[in-house]
T-cell receptor, first 113, second 114 residues
Framework: AQSVTQLDSHVSVSEGTPVLLRCNYS??????LFWYVQHPNKGLQLLLK??????LVKGINGFEAEFKKSETSFHLTKPSAHMSDAAEYFC???????????FGSGTKLNVKP | DAGVIQSPRHEVTEMGQEVTLRCKPI?????LFWYRQTMMRGLELLIY????????DSGMPEDRFSAKMPNASFSTLKIQPSEPRDSAVYFC????????????FGDGTRLSIL
C-alpha cells in the first residue's frame, strides 16, 4: 500500500529564515515523489519531483528536497523564506510506472514579516 | 503553452439543479484526472481517464456524479441532482503517459450549491 504523511499541518516562519516542511511516505515499490504548492484560489503547481535519479532534487523558487530511503522521507526545504512562499504545500507519492497520485493532507506555510 | 483549462471558474446554483464542469487538458496528454477539494476531506481523486477511457471511478461519491471524455481534448464532470454537500473546489489535471510524469492542474471550479 502507498501513503504519504505530512507531519505538520501548519508551519510558521519569519521572512528570511529557513523553511522545513516534512513528509514521510510508505510504498511497497520504488516510489516517485513530488511536492506541489497551492496559492489561494489557484490550482496546484509542481515545485519539484524525484524519480530515482539524484537524491537531492532542486525545484523552482529556491526550494529543494532530499530523498532518504532509509528514513522514508522527502522533506522540502528552502534556505530563506519569502513572503510570497506563504501557501499550502502538498507531498505526493506515486508508484513507478503508474500515474495515480497519493496526496498528503497538506502543510500551510505562514511567513511573518 | 496553454495549461489545463477549466470552466466555469465559479458556479453558484440551487440544490437539485444539474451542474456541468468542463476541462480541456494539455494537448498530447494521455491521462486526465478529476479531483475534489474540501476543507474537511482535502484532495480526493474522483475519477481518471487514460486515452479517453475511464480507468478508475472508485472515488466518485455516488450515482449523482458522472464523468465523460468524448475526445482527447475535452472532459466533463456532471452532478445531477446537486446537493449542498457537493460544494467544493473541483480540479482537473492531466499528464503524459510516461511513468512518473507530474500532473498539471487547472485553476479549479469553485462550486457552491445553495
Amino acid at each position: 500500500a502507498q501513503s504519504v504523511t505530512q507531519l505538520d499541518s501548519h508551519v510558521s516562519v519569519s521572512e528570511g529564515t529557513p523553511v522545513l516542511l516534512r513528509c514521510n511516505y510508505s510504498s511497497s515499490y520504488s516510489p516517485s515523489l513530488f511536492w506541489y504548492v497551492q496559492h489561494p484560489n489557484k490550482g496546484l503547481q509542481l515545485l519539484l519531483k524525484y524519480t530515482s535519479a539524484a537524491t537531492l532534487v532542486k525545484g523552482i523558487n529556491g526550494f529543494e528536497a532530499e530523498f532518504k530511503k532509509s528514513e522514508t522521507s522527502f522533506h522540502l526545504t528552502k534556505p530563506s523564506a519569502h513572503m510570497s512562499d506563504a501557501a499550502e504545500y502538498f507531498c505526493v507519492v506515486t508508484l513507478y510506472n503508474f500515474n495515480k497520485f497519493y496526496f498528503g493532507s497538506g502543510t500551510k506555510l505562514n511567513v511573518k514579516p | 503553452d496553454a495549461g489545463v483549462i477549466q470552466s466555469p471558474r465559479h458556479e453558484v446554483t440551487e440544490m437539485g439543479q444539474e451542474v456541468t464542469l468542463r476541462c480541456k487538458p494539455i494537448s498530447g496528454h494521455d491521462y486526465l484526472f478529476w479531483y475534489r477539494q474540501t476543507m474537511m476531506r482535502g484532495l480526493e481523486l474522483l475519477i481518471y481517464f487514460n486515452n479517453n477511457v475511464p480507468i478508475d471511478d472508485s472515488g466518485m461519491p455516488e450515482d449523482r456524479f458522472s464523468a465523460k471524455m468524448p475526445n482527447a481534448s475535452f472532459s466533463t464532470l456532471k452532478i445531477q441532482p446537486s446537493e449542498p454537500r457537493d460544494s467544493a473546489v473541483y480540479f482537473c489535471a492531466s499528464s503524459l503517459v510516461e511513468s512518473n510524469q507530474p500532473q498539471h492542474f487547472g485553476d479549479g471550479t469553485r462550486l457552491s450549491i445553495l
